[in-house]
């Protein structure tokens, strides 16, 4: 791949993944048990309302190619919310966790809006490593991390 293309997953990979995200929150919605990865997302799920009418269809959630006009790409969005939940309970990169207890704890930003600043920051550091066709640049994200702490 040319640094100028952009990696774009098939079709039935897509499907794959956002069959995941489908089958955690249908069993979460009839309250059958899920395991580790099920409960965050369907966690990260809930915390997005404003997803939910996604969740009606599931062809069309499978199928949808989401336009870009309001926004990012819901399903993009709570993918990369994931990640996130991972890196905090991971605490990897450690940066990570200590921007988000210092917004929640010393800023006093709510979890959920400071999540969404870090996650402007792995959102543009994933679209500028497929810009490049190169793995995300780890240091790059960290030192963007820290500003946050910084700011």
């Given at each position: ?49 404003e997803y939910h009418p996604f969740f009606d ?95």
């Open positions: 791949m040319s640094t100028s293309e952009e990696y774009k997953p098939s079709r039935e990979t897509l499907r794959a993944h956002r069959q995941i995200f489908w089958d955690a929150w249908q069993k979460a919605q009839a309250n059958l048990p899920l395991d580790a990865l099920q409960v965050r997302i369907a966690r990260v799920i809930k915390m997005h309302p269809d599931m062809e069309d959630f499978l199928d949808r190619d989401f336009e870009m006009n309001d926004g990012m790409n819901p399903y993009l969005h709570l993918s990369l919310h994931l990640a996130l939940e991972e890196q905090a309970a991971t605490k990897q990169p450690p940066e990570m966790a200590r921007a988000l207890e210092y917004m929640v704890a010393i800023k006093k930003i709510d979890r959920h809006d400071a999540l969404h600043k870090i996650l402007e920051i792995l959102a543009e550091t994933v679209h500028q490593s497929q810009r490049m066709g190169q793995e995300p640049d780890v240091l790059a994200y960290a030192t963007r991390l820290k500003e946050l702490i910084q700011s």
